[in-house]
């Protein structure tokens, strides 16, 4: 229902093909230590309302606590054919993430996004690659990811984006507004940084990142 906030101190993980409709509720998640919130697979849809993060004494990787998770870090893994759209992200942890897109998810669509601002979200909306538990056993790397029509409120963390993109193919980034910010959009070819690319990798880099129309009414970056 409109106004209502539904809460979960557990994962949860939307199955293949599910949508949810929040309709202006909030899905609160109160969880604490090393736990994905809102997790989603292949050809799933989240529209219409607010995810959100209230847990404590989180611990890992930025898919920890944060509200919408694509994909799996740690290995890899990846999903397919998922829109997020109209949802609010909130996150109270220490250089979180608001969303976070990562191993060989493709063909994502984030759209009218709205980031309230705070001081400790680390990005709103991450892409990031995946295999990081081994990288040296190889790297995924998210693709046809489109980001548009974010609008963002304050972001004041020393370290922070409103879209960070590190190690991803083919994404379109534009619509961007934040009323301020440190970094609009961050991008990192290869594997963060290239830490983890081979020589050839490092001469190729990763292609096909499109950033338009990006503004920020006060910007430190």
Same mark, same amino acid.
């Given at each position: 229902?409109?106004?209502?906030?539904?809460?979960?101190?557990?994962?949860?993980?939307?199955?293949?093909?599910?949508?949810?409709?929040?309709?202006?509720?909030?899905?609160?998640?109160?969880?604490?230590?090393?736990?994905?919130?809102?997790?989603?697979?292949?050809?799933?849809?989240?529209?219409?309302?607010?995810?959100?993060?209230? %847990?404590?004494?989180?611990? +890992?990787?930025?898919? !920890?606590? *944060?509200?919408?998770? &694509?994909?799996? @870090? /740690?290995?890899? #893994?990846?999903?397919?054919?998922?829109?997020?759209?109209?949802?609010?992200?909130?996150?109270?942890?220490?250089?979180?993430? %608001?969303?976070?897109?990562? +191993?060989?998810?493709? !063909?994502? *669509?984030?759209?009218? &996004?709205?980031? @309230? /601002?705070?001081? #400790?979200?680390?990005?709103?909306?991450?892409?990031?690659?995946?295999?990081?538990?081994?990288?040296?056993?190889?790297?995924?790397?998210?693709?046809?990811?489109?980001?548009?029509?974010?609008?963002?409120?304050?972001?004041?963390?020393?370290?922070?984006?409103?879209?960070?993109?590190?190690?991803?193919?083919?994404?379109?980034?534009?619509?961007?507004?934040?009323?301020?910010?440190?970094?609009?959009?961050?991008?990192?070819?290869?594997?963060?940084?290239?830490?983890?690319?081979?020589?050839?990798?490092?001469?190729?880099?990763?292609?096909?990142?499109?950033?338009?129309?990006?503004?920020?009414?006060?910007?430190?970056?």
């Amino acid at each position: 229902d409109p106004g209502k906030t539904y809460t979960s101190s557990t994962t949860q993980t939307l199955p293949a093909g599910a949508t949810i409709d929040l309709n202006g509720s909030t899905l609160k998640f109160t969880a604490a230590g090393a736990t994905e919130c809102l997790s989603l697979r292949s050809g799933t849809k989240v529209i219409n309302g607010t995810v959100e993060n209230a %847990g404590s004494a989180p611990a +890992g990787g930025g898919n !920890n606590q *944060c509200p919408i998770v &694509i994909g799996d @870090a /740690g290995v890899g #893994t990846g999903y397919s054919n998922i829109t997020v759209d109209g949802v609010s992200l909130v996150n109270n942890r220490a250089d979180g993430l %608001g969303l976070l897109v990562t +191993g060989a998810s493709s !063909n994502i *669509c984030i759209r009218n &996004i709205l980031g @309230a /601002g705070d001081a #400790t979200t680390g990005a709103l909306i991450a892409v990031e690659w995946g295999g990081q538990t081994t990288p040296s056993s190889g790297t995924f790397h998210p693709q046809n990811v489109v980001i548009e029509n974010i609008n963002a409120g304050t972001y004041s963390r020393a370290v922070s984006s409103i879209v960070y993109i590190s190690g991803a193919v083919n994404c379109e980034i534009r619509n961007i507004h934040a009323d301020a910010c440190i970094t609009g959009v961050t991008v990192y070819c290869g594997d963060y940084g290239l830490f983890y690319a081979s020589a050839a990798i490092n001469a190729l880099g990763f292609g096909g990142i499109r950033v338009s129309n990006v503004k920020s009414e006060a910007v430190t970056t």
